[in-house]
């Protein structure tokens, strides 16, 4: 595949395309400018809401950004949401009954799209002074239909957590992770980044084949076996999660490294 060139690039963000204190480095903006001036669309495919896009629309400009998990589809430039496929109320009662049934010390919050809920108990690490935070109960931020539902244990280690909560929605909801703590960010059922890159992608009459795609973490996994499966080219940082290495088509080095920059300037 010497010769293979992608027609488009997607990147995850934190610990992929940023670096470890959350830029984007001058080589590796060059390297997206110098592929876009050829006419090769730039997506982002990340866990983030758009709430947190502001920073990177600085730097980026434009473009698509695939957002909560493949939940929202955002233009970069107009700060518009395209699509979004949400969690109905119904789907996130009965999710959130079942996980606090079986585990009461369960916490909950919601994303939906430009807004954040969580109950009180809850405890937010980032953006808790915000605009559009809040804390709500529960059976009020399950009530409207909501991009992602976060679930969280403050005791359990990650992927015992994940694990139950993966057991307990089952083929209800979406199950992934893209972070150290023991936190279960669940979506409608099949979204995944895989399905909103697939979108995207078809609004620019390319394939999987045509397509590379970088990532560090579980959440990527189904992005990955989409491209991998289809022809493309999935790689992962040096750093990342050994499910997502053991999916991918290539290694690159690490986000510090700008392990991105690197592999593009290599087709």
Same mark, same amino acid.
């Given at each position: 595949?010497?010769?293979?060139?992608?027609?488009?690039?997607?990147?995850?963000?934190?610990?992929?395309?940023?670096?470890?204190?959350?830029?984007?480095?001058?080589?590796?903006?060059?390297?997206?400018?110098?592929?876009?001036?050829?006419?090769?669309?730039?997506?982002?495919?990340?866990?983030?809401?758009?709430?947190?896009?502001?920073?990177?629309?600085?730097?980026?400009?434009?473009?698509?950004?695939?957002?909560?998990?493949?939940?929202?589809?955002?233009?970069?430039?107009?700060?518009?949401?395209?699509?979004?496929?949400?969690?109905?109320?119904?789907?996130?009662?009965?999710?959130?009954?079942?996980?606090?049934?079986?585990?009461?010390?369960?916490?909950?919050?919601?994303?939906?799209?430009?807004?954040?809920?969580?109950?009180?108990?809850?405890? +937010?690490?980032?953006?808790?002074? #915000?605009?559009? &935070?809040?804390?709500?109960?529960?059976?009020?931020? =399950? $009530?409207?239909?909501? @991009?992602?539902?976060?679930?969280?244990?403050?005791?359990?280690?990650?992927?015992?957590?994940?694990?139950?909560?993966?057991?307990?929605?089952?083929?209800?909801?979406?199950?992934?992770?893209?972070?150290?703590?023991?936190?279960?960010?669940?979506?409608?059922?099949?979204?995944?980044?895989?399905?909103?890159?697939?979108?995207?992608?078809?609004?620019?009459?390319?394939?999987?084949?045509?397509?590379?795609?970088?990532?560090?973490?579980?959440?990527?996994?189904?992005?990955?076996?989409?491209?991998?499966?289809?022809?493309?080219?999935?790689?992962?940082?040096?750093?990342?999660? +050994?499910?997502?290495?053991?999916? #991918?088509?290539? &290694?690159?080095?690490?986000?510090?490294?700008?392990? =991105? $920059?690197?592999?593009? @300037?290599?087709?």
């Amino acid at each position: 595949m010497s010769d293979w060139r992608p027609r488009l690039i997607a990147s995850d963000m934190d610990g992929t395309l940023l670096r470890s204190d959350d830029t984007v480095s001058p080589a590796t903006v060059a390297e997206l400018e110098r592929w876009r001036a050829d006419g090769v669309p730039v997506v982002l495919a990340t866990g983030r809401p758009p709430r947190w896009m502001h920073r990177i629309r600085q730097v980026l400009g434009r473009g698509t950004a695939v957002c909560c998990n493949g939940a929202v589809l955002l233009d970069l430039e107009t700060f518009e949401i395209l699509e979004e496929e949400a969690l109905p109320p119904a789907v996130l009662a009965d999710v959130t009954e079942g996980l606090r049934r079986v585990r009461p010390d369960t916490w909950f919050a919601v994303e939906y799209g430009l807004e954040f809920r969580h109950e009180p108990v809850y405890r +937010p690490r980032w953006d808790v002074d #915000a605009p559009g &935070v809040a804390e709500a109960p529960l059976e009020e931020i =399950v $009530a409207v239909p909501a @991009a992602k539902l976060l679930a969280r244990h403050e005791d359990m280690g990650r992927d015992e957590f994940v694990a139950l909560v993966e057991d307990v929605v089952g083929d209800r909801a979406t199950v992934t992770n893209s972070s150290s703590d023991a936190l279960a960010e669940i979506s409608a059922r099949g979204v995944t980044k895989a399905t909103g890159l697939a979108r995207v992608a078809a609004r620019h009459g390319v394939g999987p084949g045509d397509v590379v795609v970088f990532g560090d973490m579980p959440n990527d996994i189904a992005a990955f076996d989409w491209v991998r499966e289809g022809g493309g080219r999935a790689v992962a940082m040096a750093h990342a999660h +050994p499910d997502l290495l053991a999916a #991918a088509t290539d &290694v690159t080095g690490t986000n510090d490294d700008d392990g =991105v $920059a690197a592999f593009l @300037a290599s087709l």
